[in-house]
Nanobody
């Protein structure tokens, strides 16, 4: 079993920054993928960014490319999402996801259904 605990959400003004953290426990991640997704009220959960645990290869949604950076600390089993130049449309609950399977290609990393394990979510609110 895998437990994912997110932290770092909050309220920030437009143009500001936040860093989300997701600590994983319960099993090793030598060949796993981890990702960040978000869900705004009344909308579907959408892909934000993902990272391949073994080689740190990353994928981003077009809407966040150049503003958000995903990274991981293998010693701490933690994945981060550095969010800069935040805009009101970034307001959502942000979820961390993980899967022990080996993924191939952007479509696998960016699909909600690819991930077996999810955190409880952390609220990010960006005011205009």
């Amino acid at each position: 079993q895998v437990q994912l605990v997110e932290s770092g959400g909050g309220l920030v003004q437009a143009g500001g920054s936040l860093r989300l953290s997701c600590a994983a426990s319960g099993r090793t991640f030598s060949a796993s993928a981890m990702g960040w997704f978000r869900q705004a009220p009344g909308k579907e959960r959408e892909f934000v960014a993902a990272i391949n645990w073994s080689d740190a290869w990353t994928y981003y949604a077009d809407s966040v490319k150049g503003r958000f950076t995903i990274s991981r600390d293998t010693a701490k089993n933690t994945v981060y999402l550095q969010m800069n130049s935040l805009q009101p449309e970034d307001t959502a609950v942000y979820y961390c996801a993980a899967d022990p399977s080996r993924f191939y290609g952007r479509s696998a990393f960016s699909a909600v259904g690819s991930y077996d394990y999810w955190g409880q979510g952390t609220q990010v609110t960006v005011s205009a």
